[in-house]
């Protein structure tokens, strides 16, 4: 039995070299927009059965069809922020402005993105799928976007302590 595994991953990895798939992913590497979207690159594998092949085909398509429509997802301004909440799970570590900022676009940007394609669910039901698990709290993003501004800074109108504090 263990004889042909081992065949069968030679053919696969002779297959992967004939389509090339190292050299599409590094293609693809370019355009991730975070370093956990880089990691998720850096791992992927090719679709094994034929569910996952068509799941994974129909979101190629539907993306293909937001690319060629003239609403394009809002995509601009995801900042990675994996380091700043990792930071944040630290007992009594206080994160920087800069650091809020950066959480603070995050929220924004999960809730553009679950607007946006719950507006296209629709034409884009297996990406609806994968937007609609993003999650985003609308108290935390008003909290601190009134006190801190898009480059971290402490906001002019912020509260009277906040402000002494900067």
């Not at 293909?64 to 995801?78: N, T």
């Amino acid at each position: 039995m263990g004889k042909i595994k081992l065949v069968m991953r030679k053919v696969a990895d002779f297959s992967l070299d004939k389509l090339e798939f190292e050299h599409i992913r590094k293609a693809l590497l370019v355009y991730a927009y975070s370093s956990e979207g880089q990691k998720v690159l850096e791992n992927l594998s090719p679709a094994i059965t034929p569910e996952h092949l068509s799941e994974r085909l129909q979101c190629v398509s539907e993306m293909l069809h937001l690319i060629h429509s003239a609403d394009a997802p809002p995509f601009e301004s995801l900042k990675d922020v994996t380091g700043a909440l990792k930071k944040a799970h630290i007992e009594r570590f206080i994160l920087d402005g800069v650091h809020l900022a950066f959480v603070l676009s995050w929220i924004r940007s999960a809730r553009l993105l679950n607007r946006f394609f719950s507006r296209q669910k629709e034409h884009v039901p297996m990406l609806w799928s994968i937007a609609s698990s993003l999650f985003w709290n609308k108290d935390l993003e008003q909290a601190i976007g009134k006190a801190i501004d898009e480059k971290g800074e402490v906001r002019e109108d912020a509260s009277p302590a906040l402000s002494r504090i900067s």
